[in-house]
């Protein structure tokens, strides 16, 4: 499976941009696809099946976000130094990334495992999901270490111009989960009937599988990025250059993924319906957005290629090719979410309550997404060239300054109900274009910050 690099300092920017995208945006819908294929199976079982992983998903997603900091800085130091035709220090930039992302992981995977119970208990889920949640939550939370490293090794190789093999691989991974999940969850061709902890347990066997052959590719270099033995030997001071690029967007990471938490909360106070309708349609939602996120990912690791080739006029121009190609895109998957709303919520229940409240969500986001794409635009000039800074105060600011203020403003002093929550959501992301815009204007970030200092 060796996959050649790509050079994205030479050629058609909106070419290098599509040619990086489209096999990270697939991979991203692919690996939604595990909650996707999760919703789906238990959905058969009932909404309190289809609760367990609503409500513990939002408290895991904020573990393996702050990992993801440091998967895009691995990706700015790879990158910028790719860029720059230092491969040495490219080789040295995956394994210290490597390095502090299997300390966290083992940490956070052994605290998430014994404090499911309370966790659950504090998002305030009913007396019959606590146990379903609990022991989802607690299975996903042992997987961490390889959904931790395989986010990483997707991230690194990114940053080298390789998003082929991440793909193919997360493809297999999903393909081998789908065949799981019913067998596990019903107990098919004599497996015993495992219900919501089978959905669990076949994440963690694929994800694990197939972490582990991520990583067989990348020490033996059969993947095109070679890494030397003395690349993992710890180096204090590199260590700390990527933590301090890392550690913003991990913040800023945590705290989008605390504000999830938060509302997930503030949700479960309207009932099991709205919680389902929230849970079903935030996926839909994701599913969408992976288009912005993967044009936006792809368009950081040409910033930080063309920003260590010194070529910064073609990183400005990139950001301006990928907002265009951005924002059209997420105006066209608006549109379709819009017209087929209720058919969208119809494939994973049949409940009308449920379908009625998930379409109205959808229908008011829908119309705020286009924004969403130019904050993502932005943001991809912030995280290639390493001011992570300006990203962490982006991200922190639209749910914490924005959107949660706007919950209690709209849906309890106005009275908007749960209405007021969808609301909040989509004006959230309107405001923070506009601030991702305010910060762009500047143009600090055509500073490159993410390379190893030379001794």
Do not use: C
Not at 340 to 349: A, C, N, P, T
Not at 380 to 406: K, Q
Request: cysteine-free.
């Amino acid at each position: 499976m060796r996959v050649r690099a790509q050079n994205l300092t030479t050629g058609s920017i909106i070419s290098n941009i599509i040619k990086l995208s489209w096999p990270l945006v697939l991979s991203n819908l692919i690996q939604s696809l595990y909650n996707i294929v999760d919703t789906f199976w238990l959905g058969k079982l009932g909404p309190l099946a289809i609760n367990a992983p609503t409500i513990s998903w939002p408290v895991i997603f904020l573990v393996i976000s702050f990992a993801g900091g440091f998967g895009m800085a691995g990706t700015s130091f790879v990158s910028q130094h790719h860029g720059a035709n230092e491969e040495e220090m490219v080789g040295k930039a995956v394994g210290q990334t490597l390095l502090i992302i299997a300390f966290f992981s083992v940490v956070m995977s052994i605290s998430g495992f014994f404090l499911s119970d309370s966790i659950v208990k504090w998002m305030g889920a009913s007396k019959a999901l606590v146990p379903l949640a609990s022991t989802f939550m607690k299975t996903i939370f042992l997987a961490t270490p390889f959904t931790f490293g395989f986010m990483i090794y997707s991230s690194l190789l990114r940053g080298y111009g390789d998003t082929i093999t991440p793909m193919k691989l997360s493809f297999y991974s999903v393909i081998t989960n789908m065949i799981l999940d019913p067998i596990l969850i019903f107990g098919w061709i004599g497996f015993p009937k495992l219900g919501v902890f089978g959905a669990a347990l076949a994440t963690l066997l694929t994800r694990g599988a197939f972490t582990i052959y991520a990583y067989y590719l990348l020490l033996t270099g059969k993947n095109g990025l070679k890494v030397k033995k003395s690349d993992f030997i710890p180096e204090f001071d590199k260590i700390k250059q990527i933590i301090k690029i890392g550690l913003p967007l991990g913040l800023s990471q945590t705290g989008q993924a605390v504000g999830f938490v938060v509302m997930t909360a503030i949700v479960t106070y309207f009932g099991n319906y709205t919680l389902a309708a929230f849970g079903i349609g935030n996926r839909i939602i994701s599913l969408a957005t992976m288009f912005s996120m993967g044009i936006s990912a792809s368009s950081s690791a040409i910033v930080g290629q063309n920003l260590g080739a010194k070529k910064v006029k073609r990183a400005e121009e990139t950001i301006k090719k990928s907002l265009i190609l951005n924002f059209l895109t997420m105006v066209g998957i608006s549109s379709i979410m819009i017209i087929f709303r209720y058919q969208l919520i119809e494939i994973f229940v049949s409940n009308e309550n449920v379908i009625s409240q998930g379409a109205h969500l959808m229908f008011i986001i829908a119309f705020f997404m286009p924004f969403f794409a130019i904050m993502q635009s932005f943001m991809a000039a912030f995280n290639g060239s390493g001011h992570t800074v300006e990203s962490m105060w982006m991200m922190i600011s639209r749910l914490w300054f924005m959107r949660i203020p706007l919950i209690f403003v709209l849906g309890w002093g106005l009275k908007f109900g749960s209405n007021g929550i969808w609301w909040a959501m989509g004006l959230s992301n309107a405001g923070a274009a506009l601030l991702a815009f305010v910060l762009y204007l500047p143009g600090k970030w055509k500073t490159p910050k993410a390379m190893f200092k030379k001794h």
